[in-house]
């Protein structure tokens, strides 16, 4: 069983040098509220656990030049996110470097039995590389509500199965080490938090556009969870009054009108009723539709596939519109499948959020595009662990 610290302070330290890597003494004596000798006996605690190390000498500072802190360089963390339909596992090492990523095709419809069989299958062959001997916690994000405290996926829309099942409890059993379950756009927004764009910003929202559609909620630098765990869940916010039937059961779900189902059901249409050649190509070639035909189809000058790009974000722009107004965040970050529709949505988004929220929310609010990709999800898994291990026990 890994250690875990003993104390807040050790707590502090520990998450000081996984996110800047190598300190010395005196230098997390800048970042610490505590006297030299406490800080010196919390060091020493820490070397003495094994999550810490001494690295070589630090540069000279004046005086007797100190050793460089840093983190055990054998800790490993796994980062799984199961989307709707694949699933990245990584390995990382302390400091959240992905040391190895391995992604497949799943659907989660499947259930949670044989889509964890899958991960376990992954994670082994990562093992296997190497990168590895075991795991020192795991982070596994879904897609769909979580009930944090348990680790229980609840009444996910879009994982039929799944309600109920003990996804810590069992995964924790299988891999031999602590495990935290998290909705997925959640990972999403803790992994801008460690490596991309809101590095610098304590709040920020995170939308994730994929098969669904949801938020991850950063309010002064810690994720949003709500209540019981369902906090951000936009795509099921009305953005068309009587519209579609969404899987939730309610109509005119923004989900219903710009998931990439959605927009892969608009774009079939479009391909049948003559309104896109190249779509219908496309179709006729090979039987089905995605999103990224989308946007294929309008990089190369198709209009009516521009239209739907423009059409979905502007609706998901008048939601996040609503978020800005409320929330008044500090910037706001589109990841997700969809987002491979690149500046086509995001221009609708921006357009949509800047023309009906007030100038004070939007005057110097960054809306971008993640940059991160599958990594954001699983790096957010290995900062979710890490959170709980680097935690007094």
């Given at each position: 069983?890994?250690?875990?610290?003993?104390?807040?302070?050790?707590?502090?330290?520990?998450?000081?040098?996984?996110?800047?890597?190598?300190?010395?003494?005196?230098?997390?004596?800048?970042?610490?509220?505590?006297?030299?000798?406490?800080?010196?006996?919390?060091?020493?605690?820490?070397?003495?656990?094994?999550?810490?190390?001494?690295?070589?000498?630090?540069?000279?500072?004046?005086?007797?030049?100190?050793?460089?802190?840093?983190?055990?360089?054998?800790?490993?963390?796994?980062?799984?996110?199961?989307?709707?339909?694949?699933?990245?596992?990584?390995?990382?090492?302390?400091?959240?470097?992905?040391?190895?990523?391995?992604?497949?095709?799943?659907?989660?419809?499947?259930?949670?039995?044989?889509?964890?069989?899958?991960v376990l299958g992954m994670a082994a062959k990562l093992k296997a590389s190497?990168?590895?001997?075991?795991?020192?916690?795991?982070?596994?994000?879904?897609?769909?509500?979580?009930?944090?405290?348990?680790?229980?996926?609840?009444?996910?829309?879009?994982?039929?199965?799944?309600?109920?099942?003990?996804?810590?409890?069992?995964?924790?059993?299988?891999l031999g080490c602590p495990v935290m379950v998290d909705n997925d756009v959640?990972?999403?927004?803790?992994?801008?938090?460690?490596?991309?764009?809101?590095?610098?910003?304590?709040?920020?929202?995170?939308?994730?556009?994929?098969?669904?559609?949801?938020?991850?909620?950063?309010?002064?630098?810690?994720?949003?969870?709500?209540?019981?765990?369902?906090?951000?869940?936009?795509?099921?916010?009305?953005?068309?009054?009587?519209?579609?039937?969404?899987?939730?059961?309610?109509?005119?779900?923004?989900?219903?009108?710009?998931?990439?189902?959605?927009?892969?059901?608009?774009?079939?249409?479009?391909?049948?009723?003559?309104?896109?050649?190249?779509?219908?190509?496309?179709?006729?070639?090979?039987?089905?539709?995605?999103?990224?035909?989308?946007?294929?189809?309008?990089?190369?000058?198709?209009?009516t596939c521009l239209d739907l790009i423009r059409d979905g974000g502007t609706?998901?722009?008048?939601?996040?519109?609503?978020?800005?107004?409320?929330?008044?965040?500090?910037?706001?970050?589109?990841?997700?499948?969809?987002?491979?529709?690149?500046?086509?949505?995001?221009?609708?988004?921006?357009?949509?959020?800047?023309?009906?929220?007030?100038?004070?929310?939007?005057?110097?609010?960054?809306?971008?595009?993640?940059?991160?990709?599958?990594?954001?999800?699983?790096?957010?898994?290995?900062?979710?662990?890490?959170?709980?291990?680097?935690?007094?026990?």
């Open positions: 069983m890994t250690a875990r610290p003993a104390n807040a302070h050790q707590a502090r330290l520990l998450r000081l040098l996984r996110d800047e890597g190598p300190n010395s003494r005196a230098q997390l004596g800048d970042r610490v509220d505590l006297s030299r000798s406490r800080l010196a006996v919390e060091v020493d605690r820490l070397l003495e656990t094994g999550l810490a190390v001494a690295d070589g000498l630090a540069a000279s500072r004046g005086g007797r030049r100190s050793h460089n802190i840093r983190l055990a360089p054998n800790l490993r963390f796994l980062g799984v996110d199961i989307g709707a339909t694949s699933v990245d596992v990584a390995v990382t090492n302390a400091e959240l470097e992905v040391l190895g990523h391995l992604t497949q095709p799943m659907d989660v419809r499947e259930g949670p039995v044989p889509v964890f069989e899958q190497g990168l590895a001997e075991g795991f020192d916690g795991a982070g596994i994000g879904v897609p769909g509500p979580v009930r944090f405290p348990e680790g229980v996926p609840v009444a996910p829309p879009i994982m039929p199965g799944w309600d109920g099942f003990p996804v810590r409890e069992a995964l924790s059993q299988e959640n990972l999403m927004a803790l992994g801008q938090m460690h490596a991309g764009a809101a590095r610098s910003v304590d709040d920020y929202l995170c939308v994730k556009i994929g098969t669904g559609i949801g938020c991850g909620i950063v309010v002064g630098g810690k994720v949003h969870r709500g209540v019981t765990g369902s906090a951000g869940d936009i795509g099921h916010i009305q953005a068309v009054p009587d519209g579609r039937p969404c899987a939730c059961g309610n109509r005119g779900c923004l989900e219903a009108h710009f998931s990439g189902a959605a927009l892969a059901q608009d774009a079939v249409e479009a391909a049948q009723q003559g309104r896109s050649p190249q779509l219908a190509a496309r179709l006729a070639e090979y039987g089905r539709l995605t999103a990224a035909d989308v946007g294929a189809a309008a990089a190369a000058g198709d209009a609706r998901a722009g008048q939601v996040i519109a609503g978020l800005v107004s409320f929330f008044n965040p500090g910037l706001v970050v589109i990841g997700g499948g969809v987002t491979g529709l690149g500046h086509n949505l995001l221009a609708a988004i921006r357009t949509q959020v800047y023309r009906q929220s007030l100038p004070l929310a939007t005057g110097n609010l960054p809306i971008v595009l993640d940059e991160l990709g599958a990594t954001a999800g699983v790096v957010g898994a290995a900062r979710l662990i890490s959170d709980h291990v680097f935690s007094p026990a």
